[in-house]
């Protein structure tokens, strides 16, 4: 009788021991490797992506064609249009803001680049509650892979591009001030 208590207190103990490996392992999913980019160059990027040019061009040309016909209502928001999108850009180009539009473009590749370079998860080296998530993770830079899903950067781009990863971005709390003062 004392060896099958012996007994099933071992099992038990094992079974205990096994499901909390079990459940460490599951709660640890910290990926061994995470993508990390500049969120401004992939915007920048986008930005001036053909795609995205035809896009602002039209919607430049609407703005004129309003203007042009003393439509003041279409002509006014078509300005209010092309006003938040540049104030969406310097966001994002300037400072932390997330690349969003961007990535939305791209979201059906994302999981490809990933598997190319290797990583788990992508994030913006400038999202500090992001990285948090994966402390350990080797980072892996992606940025360019990124860029070059918009574009292949003409030398003054790539000028552009190398001078802007040199420099830390602003706060994104100094670039909504200088945006609301009409400064950037």
């Given amino acids: 009788m004392k060896n099958i208590l012996l007994s099933i207190g071992a099992a038990s103990f094992m079974a205990t021991l096994c499901a909390a490996n079990l459940q460490a392992a599951e709660t640890n999913t910290t990926p061994a490797r995470i993508g990390i980019y500049d969120s401004r160059a992939v915007a920048f990027a986008w930005f001036w992506s053909s795609k995205h040019q035809t896009q602002l061009n039209e919607l430049m040309q609407s703005a004129r064609a309003a203007k042009a016909a ?13 006003r938040q999108h540049q104030d969406e850009m310097h966001r994002e180009v300037f400072s932390t803001a997330p690349a969003t539009n961007a ?28 990285l948090k998530k994966y402390p350990d993770a080797e980072k892996v830079d992606v940025t360019d892979p990124l860029v070059r899903e918009f574009i292949t950067p003409t030398p003054q781009q790539q000028k ?25």
């Fill in 103 to 130: 990535l939305a473009e791209i979201s059906g590749r994302l999981p490809e680049i990933q598997k190319s370079a290797g990583v788990s998860a992508l994030v913006s080296e400038w999202d500090d509650a992001a």
């Fill in 70 to 82: 003393t439509d003041t209502n279409r002509f006014t928001d078509f300005a209010a249009k092309l």
């Fill in 160 to 184: 552009m591009l190398s001078e802007m990863q040199r420099q830390k971005p602003l706060p994104l709390e100094q670039c909504e001030e200088l945006i609301r003062k009409g400064e950037i």
